[in-house]
């Protein structure tokens, strides 16, 4: 009973100090390919019916963030990452919203995708990045902050769907995720429609920057 009782004070704890923390700081996870359907994909698809993407696809919550929308992560720009194909490049600090899941809850909870080894185990480990794990160790440290980049600003909702321009800093970021879904040798005509419209606006930048997350 004793130890019952340590476990419910121990995650009461834990979910008041999730709660504590600022919106624009997120409270972070990690999840594999373990219990993923994989539903005609390597990786399995997310709630957004997409093939999730390793170290750029998230879960998030539904009822706080829309699919489809970019995470910008300042803290993670330029982190090494082994991809699928064992070619170490440098994170771009963007991800994207593609999945949901019952634990999941809170406009400042995410889970990142890391595809399929042990979750430690990879680049976004504790083990690997010690200096910004993506895992809930520390609770609202300033390396985690992050803002959301939707892909039409609030002006182009009121429009025709088939009218709508696509944000331009969602383009750019899109064009800088590409070597990740191409790596794991995924289909993701969706994301090559947005750049394809995008055109040279959407080549990556080296002034440019993000902001980020938990």
Request: hydrophobic share 35%.
């Amino acid at each position: 009973m004793k130890s019952i009782l340590t476990i419910l004070v121990a995650i009461l704890a834990g979910e008041s100090a999730f709660a504590l923390c600022p919106g624009n700081i997120a409270t972070t996870t990690l999840y594999n390919m373990d219990g993923l359907s994989r539903q005609g994909c390597k990786t399995g698809r997310g709630k957004a019916g997409t093939c999730i993407i390793p170290f750029i696809s998230i879960a998030a919550d539904e009822d706080h963030n829309r699919m489809g929308t970019i995470i910008s992560m300042p803290g993670m720009h330029g982190k090494k990452v082994k991809l699928p194909n064992g070619k170490i490049v440098s994170h771009p600090g963007y991800f994207l919203i593609e999945d949901t899941g019952g634990a999941v809850q809170g406009r400042n909870k995410f889970d990142f995708f890391v595809g399929n080894p042990p979750v430690n185990a990879t680049s976004f480990g504790n083990v690997e990045n010690q200096d910004v794990p993506l895992v809930d160790k520390t609770v609202c440290i300033d390396a985690k902050k992050f803002v959301k980049i939707p892909k039409y600003k609030p002006s182009e909702m009121k429009k025709r769907e088939e009218d709508r321009m696509i944000n331009p800093e969602y383009k750019r970021a899109v064009r800088k995720m590409e070597v990740f879904w191409k790596a794991a040798k995924l289909k993701r005509p969706d994301l090559e429609e947005v750049i394809q419209s995008a055109g040279p606006e959407a080549a990556p930048s080296s002034t440019r920057s993000g902001s980020g997350v938990q």
